[in-house]
């Protein structure tokens, strides 16, 4: 007899993907945050302003080098106010 073989369907990999990318997100902020329990509030600003700069810079121009720019004048911008918030 020839039976048909069954198959079973393709995992959705698209759900996947965005639970492999939300734990990651999830991940990386507990250590980040953990990173930054011991710093002064000048260096948390800094962090702070690196960090949004580098997610602008990356966001409006769509590159790497975009990113690093917008994290070096965030992290200027951080160490500034950090400064004034003494």
Do not use: D, F, H
Request: hydrophobic share 45%.
């Amino acid at each position: 007899m020839n039976t048909p073989l069954t198959t079973t369907p393709a995992p959705q990999t698209g759900a996947v993907y965005w639970r492999v990318t939300i734990i990651s997100l999830a991940a990386a902020a507990m250590l980040a945050l953990t990173a930054c329990a011991g710093m002064s509030p000048r260096e948390t600003s800094t962090v702070v302003g690196a960090t949004a700069g580098a997610i602008v810079g990356g966001a409006v121009t769509g590159t790497t080098a975009g990113a690093a720019v917008g994290a070096g004048a965030g992290g200027l911008v951080g160490n500034e106010v950090g400064k004034r918030n003494r």
